[in-house]
């Protein structure tokens, strides 16, 4: 009784806006007084904060947030956008293709979801708005497109998954990399798909000759090596993914001094923004292993797996209502916040169903994406909605369709585990 009533707590303390940290270590703390006393609960509370920061693994936190904000002081994310531009951009609706492989692109060297749509928004729409795209569809992309850099490798997310379950993180990293590819041609075939039902919201734009098309190859080559120096170096073993965190961050330093967009103000934004981005992670961690000890003293966890495993239907009816739970929980929750709430208590369930904790892992992050995109707390849709100077109900009817091909994805790989599971699968 107990825990339901710390439960419902949190869910009360969310819902009036209290950062989900400090709701988390709040609630847990007053949950710990009820069930194990005072001096107990104040035990844990002076131990938990050095006990569940000081690992290893999770240096790579702050140094893969650090490698974004240095990608987005270079300026490597136009670049970017105009190189694939000129590639893809004389095709009916090339601009929106050339925004979602500019996500996918933005993703794999950054790992933040709002900084990709914010990267993303600046250039995109400007770009999308002067050809004579309809602004709700190409809000739509731009929101959509973002939300590969929660999946795509180095991906925060996975990260913390991996910290949170004690399983190998670069096969989490190196298992995101196949549906990562799958969720982009999601994206451009619904693009397709809303272009044949409607052709006038995405016109052509003019061709370019290869001579500008080998110039633009040269200009994202930077981009290009230190996507291949961090992913590569954690597929081939050379480097643990900590270590290939640090590698991102000194290369996207350099490409930013290389760029000459360095400046003393850049270089203290960029810090002081991943020291911010940092903290915020690290309370939720603290609150949430705080937390965690009053769902394991009031023995929730273990009734959820007897619960679970007692169910007599098919354990892939269960992991869809699972994956349905997480999409609605994603319409109201922080998405981080979510995954280090609820995956301690999920994971021993699906596992003691028979399913791999890599594969479950990917499912929740791209479950996660949805919620990036979903009303009320699409965060996403929230980022776009102020660089297009559109209503929020505009943007959320524009990315629609994309949470459709979403959930497609999601069924996808429920069915078919190896498109997950293959290629960590040839790293061992």
Same mark, same amino acid.
């Given at each position: 009784m107990t825990s339901l009533l710390v439960v419902i707590g949190l869910l009360g303390l969310l819902l009036l806006g209290v950062?989900?940290? =400090?709701?988390?270590? /709040?609630?847990?703390?007053?949950?710990?007084?009820?069930?194990?006393?005072?001096?107990? !609960?104040?035990?844990?509370?002076?131990?938990?904060?050095? *006990?569940?920061?000081?690992? /290893?693994e999770l240096i790579a936190?702050?140094?893969?947030?650090?490698? @974004?904000?240095?990608?987005?002081?270079?300026? &490597? !994310?136009?670049?970017? /956008?105009? !190189?694939?531009?000129?590639?893809?951009?004389?095709?009916?609706g090339g601009l929106a293709v050339a925004t979602a492989l500019a996500g996918a692109g933005f993703g794999a060297i950054s790992g933040s979801s709002t900084a990709a749509a914010a990267a993303l928004s600046s250039t995109s729409i400007p770009a999308m708005r002067?050809?004579?795209y309809d602004v709700k569809f190409a809000s739509g992309v731009v929101a959509v497109s973002g939300t590969l850099a929660m999946? &795509?490798?180095? *991906?925060?997310?996975?990260?913390?998954?991996? &910290?949170?379950?004690?399983? #190998?993180? @670069?096969?989490?990293?190196?298992?995101?990399?196949?549906?990562?590819?799958?969720?982009?041609?999601?994206?451009?075939?619904?693009?397709?798909?809303?272009? !044949?039902?409607?052709p006038s919201i995405a016109p052509a734009a003019r061709p370019w000759p290869m001579r500008d098309k080998l110039r633009a190859l040269r200009a994202i080559g930077p981009m290009?090596?230190?996507?291949?120096?961090?992913?590569?170096?954690?597929?081939?073993?050379?480097?643990?993914?900590?270590?290939?965190?640090?590698?991102?961050? =000194?290369g996207a330093f350099l490409i930013a001094a290389a760029f000459r967009t360095l400046t003393l103000k850049t270089t203290w934004g960029a810090l002081a923004r991943a020291v911010r981005a940092t903290c915020m992670i690290f309370m939720i961690i603290i609150g949430a292993h705080i937390f965690g000890y009053v769902l394991?003293?009031? $023995?929730?966890?273990?009734? =959820?797996? #007897?619960?679970?495993?007692?169910?007599e239907v098919s354990p892939y009816l269960v992991m869809a209502g699972i994956i349905a739970f997480y999409l609605v929980m994603g319409c109201f929750m922080d998405q981080m916040a979510i995954l280090i709430l609820t995956v301690p208590v999920m994971v021993p369930a699906i596992t003691s169903l028979g399913f791999d904790p890599?594969?479950?892992?990917?499912? %929740? %992050?791209?479950? @996660?994406? %949805?919620?990036? &995109?979903?009303?009320?707390?699409?965060? #996403?849709? /929230?980022?776009?909605?102020?660089?297009?100077?559109?209503?929020l109900s505009e943007i959320f009817r524009g990315v629609a369709p994309h949470?459709?091909?979403?959930?497609?994805?999601?069924?996808?790989?429920?069915?078919?585990? $190896?498109?997950?599971?293959?290629?960590?699968?040839?790293? $061992?």
């Open positions: 950062p989900v940290g =400090f709701a988390l270590a /709040f609630t847990g703390l007053v949950g710990l007084m009820t069930i194990v006393g005072f001096d107990s !609960a104040l035990s844990v509370l002076s131990t938990t904060p050095l *006990s569940t920061t000081n690992g /290893f936190v702050p140094l893969f947030i650090l490698m @974004a904000e240095f990608v987005i002081v270079s300026g &490597i !994310a136009d670049r970017m /956008f105009k !190189a694939i531009t000129i590639w893809v951009g004389r095709l009916p002067r050809a004579g999946l &795509i490798p180095p *991906s925060i997310a996975l990260v913390l998954y991996g &910290i949170i379950v004690e399983v #190998n993180i @670069a096969s989490l990293l190196i298992g995101g990399v196949i549906p990562g590819i799958i969720v982009t041609l999601a994206i451009i075939a619904t693009i397709y798909v809303l272009m !044949a039902r409607d290009l090596l230190l996507l291949l120096c961090v992913t590569g170096s954690i597929y081939l073993g050379i480097a643990t993914p900590t270590e290939a965190a640090g590698l991102g961050a =000194f394991t003293l009031g $023995q929730i966890t273990p009734d =959820f797996v #007897n619960w679970i495993t007692g169910l890599v594969w479950f892992g990917v499912l %929740v %992050v791209v479950a @996660a994406e %949805v919620g990036m &995109i979903t009303p009320p707390l699409g965060m #996403n849709i /929230f980022v776009v909605s102020r660089y297009a100077e559109r209503p949470v459709v091909s979403h959930i497609i994805v999601l069924a996808l790989l429920v069915a078919f585990p $190896q498109l997950v599971l293959w290629l960590p699968g040839t790293t $061992q």
